[in-house]
């Protein structure tokens, strides 16, 4: 049985030394705060949300738990959730009451128990699961102290999602999926979601108000897997258009998606106007201050998709369009938040550094949310700050943020954990902002974190002098990766102290598997100090060679030529597509190593030296690949850069010897990824498929859905797309249809050369390689999806081949 007294004293002891913390300390948004807890659902709805989340989740035990909600008067004012031994003499019934503030509270402090008192664990379905075989039978649930558990929110607020999430990650997503999400939300104790989905039907209602057709928006929309950028206006018509069906399809599963929300005591954050236009505009409106934007990554600047308008804020017409958005949106969905979101500015600076012009605009931006939503609060995107910091220089920093009202702004201080604005923007000139962790970037599959930072960040930042932080949030690009991660920062919501890190692992390790596993511990500790405590400042977007293959010529004389999205790349501005400065000190790609591998390589040997123990776990044996994929992919860049030596040297036996290693481990690590159903390209595929009403619907999503994980945006003969492998995947299914044939071809390539004593012919092999591409795009053949093999024997085999001597 699960020793919970192990764990007991890691909570109660901080959470019992918990401070009331009163309505004041959070003065601007005060009134925010009590309008929202105004708009919440009733008790009743709301204990019959959290029940249905028991019941998914644990209906075994649906007696064995009350829920209540309660005021925060019981909370000193604040949020919280009390749990308590539930006081009654039959042998029968529930056992532990759980109150809180709302559902969402009431769900956390059950996930809270189920963790600490049971040993249970929860993560996303992708990432092995739940592991709730350690909880006990109804009628022998742990008990606690007399005293019980009151456990309060620091800060007010859980954020979850990042704008292009929508796309990276829920884009194929249906009611099934979405509920398990907003269930996962409120176990982690996510009180404040974005809610962007099927946003194109109300903007199609908004635009016909204002003159514009279906027809013309078939070219301002994007695809399905490309809508975030549309809406950002980056791009527009790519992957496009959309249908009928899927506009109908996407309001009727956001207005699930919302109404569940609401059940649970969430606050959605609703989209807002942020000027991005269709091109059609500009003729009925002739006079109004429309300016095309410049290119954003296309590769011959295409007019199809390049180039989008936006309509200047201080325009009377953005005004009105804003207005229109938000009204069409109530009426749509009701009076359910008073909370939007608006990013004109992210990658799109204004056009004059003009203190008193910037005011006016971000003044102009708030008027058009006011005036269709009296008590709108403008959240915004802080990654402006450092992504163009040339511009944004504290005059111009301090102009926007102060052009609203105070408490009518939240800022999302987006990469808190790694480079942190609160600290040199006197804490955003006074605007509440919210502490968050990016961490992920295009949905790619990387073991990494920083999990000091996470566990002391965000109450440095609350604690620290003159702070108006107000909460914490988690703004990946895409989820489903690194369950341990997002586990340790959904706590940081409810904690008062910072977290030691090297027992709470412990405790992960126990919980994830059910039992305690002294091998596994010990490989969990050296990842604690490898993979998860990344220092060195770089943003870790996977550049791993498999699955980001370097575009360029390595001959001698051409080592100039690597292409720039190859070398290391680091968080400091300004910098390339995603603002990220390249460090030019050698002439080879080079790919993110945060780490010693020899220790990575030694936690894998004892996590399976621990596999005869929890061979059945599912959390373990995606860990496991997870961890053996990992190892694997840093040995192909070691084996990559050997290859490319070779060539230099003009080694043909080297070449060949290191390029079929390369290959090799592409196809192994293909057998490994196939052994487990998280880790399948068909999943993917079939999915988007799934949501086609006709087969020029299927056509269309499954080129979405394939080019988002490849090429991404556009290409010519000879250029591959500037965004290639940006959204890389380790998918069993993309690993061999698509990484291998590429890098086969590009070594065959380079073998040619030397055989030839010819210069490597990179425009052919680049036409190859794209024509290839093309047509793997268009392709419909049909991929697994269940696993098959068993992951922990190929693991083993694996290791053995590799590194075993």
Same mark, same amino acid.
């Given at each position: 049985?699960?020793?919970?007294?192990?764990?007991?004293?890691?909570?109660?002891?901080?959470?019992?030394?918990?401070?009331?913390?009163?309505?004041?300390?959070?003065?601007?948004?005060?009134?925010?705060?009590?309008?929202?807890?105004?708009?919440?659902?009733?008790?009743?709805?709301?204990?019959?949300?959290?029940?249905?989340? /028991?019941?998914?989740?644990?209906?075994?035990?649906?007696?064995?738990?009350?829920?209540?909600?309660?005021?925060?008067?019981?909370?000193?004012?604040?949020?919280?959730?009390?749990?308590?031994?539930?006081?009654?003499?039959?042998?029968?019934?529930?056992?532990?009451?759980?109150?809180?503030?709302?559902?969402?509270?009431?769900?956390?402090?059950?996930?809270?128990?189920?963790?600490?008192?049971?040993?249970?664990?929860?993560?996303?379905?992708?990432?092995?699961?739940?592991?709730?075989?350690?909880?006990?039978?109804?009628?022998?649930?742990? /008990?606690?102290?007399?005293?019980?558990?009151?456990?309060?929110?620091?800060?007010?607020?859980?954020?979850?999602?990042?704008?292009?999430?929508?796309?990276?990650?829920?884009?194929?997503?249906?009611?099934?999926?979405?509920?398990?999400?907003?269930?996962?939300?409120?176990?982690?104790?996510?009180?404040?979601?974005?809610?962007?989905?099927?946003?194109?039907?109300?903007?199609?209602?908004?635009?016909?108000?204002?003159?514009?057709?279906?027809?013309?928006?078939?070219?301002?929309?994007?695809?399905?897997?490309?809508?975030?950028?549309?809406?950002?206006?980056?791009?527009?018509?790519?992957?496009?258009?959309?249908?009928?069906?899927?506009?109908?399809?996407?309001?009727?599963?956001?207005?699930?998606?919302?109404?569940?929300?609401?059940?649970?005591?969430?606050?959605?954050?609703?989209?807002?106007?942020?000027?991005?236009?269709?091109?059609?505009?500009?003729?009925?409106?002739?006079?109004?201050?429309?300016?095309?934007?410049?290119?954003?990554?296309?590769?011959?600047?295409?007019?199809?998709?390049?180039?989008?308008?936006?309509?200047?804020?201080?325009?009377?017409?953005?005004?009105?369009?804003?207005?229109? @958005?938000?009204?069409?949106?109530?009426?749509?969905?009701?009076?359910?938040?008073?909370?939007?979101?608006?990013?004109?500015?992210?990658?799109?600076?204004?056009?004059?550094?003009?203190?008193?012009?910037?005011?006016?605009?971000?003044?102009?931006?708030?008027?058009?949310?006011?005036?269709?939503?009296?008590?709108?609060?403008?959240?915004?995107?802080?990654?402006?700050?450092?992504?163009?910091?040339?511009?944004?220089?504290?005059?111009?920093?301090?102009?926007?943020?102060?052009?609203?009202?105070?408490?009518?702004?939240?800022?999302?201080?987006? @990469?808190?954990?790694?480079?942190?604005?609160?600290?040199?923007?006197?804490?955003?000139?006074?605007?509440?902002?919210?502490?968050?962790?990016?961490?992920?970037?295009?949905?790619?599959?990387?073991?990494?974190?920083? /999990?000091?930072?996470?566990?002391?960040?965000?109450?440095?930042?609350?604690?620290?002098?003159?702070?108006?932080?107000?909460?914490?949030?988690?703004?990946?690009?895409?989820?489903?990766?690194?369950?341990?991660?997002?586990?340790?920062?959904?706590?940081?919501?409810?904690?008062?102290?910072?977290?030691?890190?090297?027992?709470?692992?412990?405790?992960?390790?126990?919980?994830?598997?059910?039992?305690?596993?002294?091998?596994?511990?010990?490989?969990?500790?050296?990842?604690?100090?490898?993979?998860?405590?990344?220092?060195?400042?770089?943003?870790?977007?996977?550049?791993?060679?498999?699955?980001?293959?370097?575009?360029?010529?390595?001959?001698?004389?051409?080592?100039?030529?690597?292409?720039?999205?190859?070398?290391?790349?680091? @968080?400091?501005?300004?910098?390339?597509?995603?603002?990220?400065?390249?460090?030019?000190?050698?002439?080879?790609?080079?790919?993110?190593?945060?780490?010693?591998?020899?220790?990575?390589?030694?936690?894998?040997?004892?996590?399976?030296?621990?596999?005869?123990?929890?061979?059945?776990?599912?959390?373990?044996?995606?860990?496991?690949?997870?961890?053996?994929?990992?190892?694997?992919?840093?040995?192909?860049?070691?084996?990559?850069?050997?290859?490319?030596?070779?060539?230099?040297?003009?080694?043909?036996?080297?070449?060949?010897?290191?390029?079929?290693?390369? /290959?090799?481990?592409?196809?192994?690590?293909?057998?490994?990824?196939?052994?487990?159903?998280? @880790?399948?390209?068909?999943?993917?595929?079939?999915?988007?498929?799934?949501?086609?009403?006709?087969?020029?619907?299927?056509?269309?999503?499954?080129?979405?859905?394939?080019?988002?994980?490849?090429?991404?945006?556009?290409?010519?003969?000879?250029?591959?797309?500037?965004?290639?492998?940006?959204?890389?995947?380790?998918?069993?299914?993309?690993?061999?249809?698509?990484?291998?044939?590429?890098?086969?071809?590009?070594?065959?390539?380079?073998?040619?050369?030397?055989?030839?004593?010819?210069?490597?012919?990179?425009?052919?092999?680049?036409?190859?390689?794209?024509?290839?591409?093309?047509?793997?795009?268009?392709?419909?053949?049909?991929?697994?999806?269940?696993?098959?093999?068993?992951?922990?024997?190929?693991?083993?085999?694996?290791?053995?081949?590799?590194?075993?001597?």
């Amino acid at each position: 049985m699960f020793n919970k007294f192990n764990f007991l004293f890691l909570i109660l002891v901080p959470s019992f030394l918990l401070l009331p913390l009163s309505l004041s300390e959070f003065d601007s948004i005060g009134p925010l705060l009590q309008r929202l807890d105004s708009k919440r659902a009733p008790p009743y709805v709301q204990e019959a949300a959290a029940k249905g989340v /028991l019941s998914r989740l644990l209906p075994t035990h649906l007696s064995s738990f009350e829920f209540k909600i309660v005021s925060k008067d019981a909370c000193g004012g604040d949020s919280c959730f009390l749990i308590n031994n539930y006081n009654q003499s039959r042998q029968s019934g529930p056992e532990i009451i759980i109150r809180g503030t709302t559902a969402v509270e009431i769900a956390s402090g059950l996930h809270w128990y189920l963790k600490y008192w049971c040993g249970a664990h929860i993560s996303w379905t992708k990432t092995g699961g739940i592991q709730i075989a350690s909880v006990p039978k109804p009628g022998s649930l742990p /008990l606690l102290k007399d005293e019980g558990l009151i456990v309060k929110r620091p800060v007010p607020w859980n954020y979850y999602q990042n704008v292009v999430t929508s796309s990276y990650s829920y884009v194929w997503w249906e009611w099934e999926k979405w509920e398990k999400e907003v269930d996962w939300m409120a176990l982690q104790g996510v009180n404040l979601p974005l809610a962007f989905t099927g946003q194109e039907a109300i903007w199609q209602k908004v635009f016909k108000d204002f003159n514009i057709s279906s027809e013309d928006l078939n070219n301002f929309f994007g695809g399905p897997a490309f809508l975030a950028w549309a809406r950002m206006g980056n791009l527009h018509g790519w992957g496009g258009p959309l249908s009928h069906n899927w506009l109908d399809q996407q309001l009727a599963l956001q207005k699930q998606i919302i109404t569940r929300m609401l059940e649970l005591g969430m606050t959605p954050v609703l989209p807002s106007f942020s000027g991005n236009v269709p091109a059609s505009l500009t003729k009925i409106f002739p006079s109004a201050k429309i300016t095309r934007l410049g290119d954003w990554n296309t590769v011959d600047g295409d007019p199809r998709w390049c180039c989008t308008y936006l309509l200047d804020p201080t325009d009377p017409l953005f005004v009105e369009i804003g207005e229109a @958005f938000i009204r069409k949106q109530i009426k749509e969905y009701g009076d359910v938040t008073d909370i939007y979101n608006c990013d004109t500015f992210n990658e799109n600076s204004p056009p004059t550094g003009d203190p008193e012009y910037i005011s006016n605009l971000g003044a102009s931006i708030f008027k058009a949310m006011s005036k269709g939503d009296k008590d709108a609060v403008w959240l915004m995107q802080g990654w402006l700050f450092y992504s163009d910091s040339s511009f944004w220089k504290p005059p111009q920093m301090k102009a926007l943020l102060q052009s609203v009202p105070s408490g009518k702004m939240i800022v999302l201080d987006l @990469f808190a954990d790694v480079k942190p604005i609160w600290k040199s923007s006197f804490q955003f000139y006074g605007t509440p902002y919210i502490w968050c962790m990016l961490h992920n970037f295009g949905g790619n599959i990387e073991m990494y974190g920083i /999990l000091d930072a996470i566990s002391s960040g965000p109450v440095e930042a609350r604690i620290s002098a003159n702070s108006t932080m107000v909460g914490v949030g988690m703004c990946m690009e895409g989820i489903e990766q690194n369950p341990v991660v997002y586990e340790l920062m959904s706590e940081m919501a409810f904690r008062e102290e910072k977290v030691q890190v090297s027992k709470w692992i412990k405790s992960y390790s126990h919980r994830r598997y059910g039992k305690a596993v002294h091998q596994v511990e010990e490989a969990w500790e050296i990842l604690y100090h490898t993979i998860y405590n990344c220092t060195d400042g770089i943003a870790d977007h996977n550049h791993d060679f498999i699955v980001m293959f370097p575009d360029w010529d390595p001959s001698t004389n051409f080592g100039s030529s690597v292409a720039n999205d190859q070398k290391k790349i680091y @968080f400091l501005p300004p910098g390339n597509r995603r603002y990220l400065s390249q460090e030019t000190n050698s002439d080879m790609p080079q790919a993110h190593l945060w780490y010693r591998p020899n220790d990575v390589i030694k936690a894998l040997q004892l996590f399976l030296a621990g596999g005869k123990d929890l061979a059945g776990s599912l959390t373990y044996r995606y860990d496991l690949v997870d961890l053996t994929r990992q190892v694997l992919s840093k040995l192909a860049n070691e084996e990559y850069i050997k290859a490319v030596t070779s060539f230099q040297k003009k080694d043909i036996d080297a070449l060949h010897f290191h390029s079929n290693k390369f /290959l090799q481990l592409i196809k192994d690590i293909e057998i490994l990824l196939a052994s487990d159903d998280n @880790f399948l390209l068909g999943t993917w595929l079939e999915s988007a498929k799934k949501l086609a009403r006709n087969p020029s619907e299927k056509k269309q999503y499954e080129w979405n859905a394939r080019t988002q994980v490849t090429m991404w945006y556009d290409t010519n003969e000879t250029t591959q797309s500037k965004l290639h492998d940006y959204a890389n995947k380790f998918w069993s299914g993309l690993f061999e249809s698509y990484y291998l044939p590429r890098a086969s071809t590009y070594f065959s390539y380079l073998s040619e050369s030397l055989r030839r004593n010819e210069k490597f012919k990179l425009i052919e092999w680049r036409k190859q390689w794209i024509s290839q591409s093309n047509k793997w795009q268009e392709g419909n053949e049909l991929y697994p999806v269940k696993a098959n093999g068993n992951s922990l024997a190929i693991s083993q085999a694996l290791y053995e081949k590799y590194f075993a001597k």
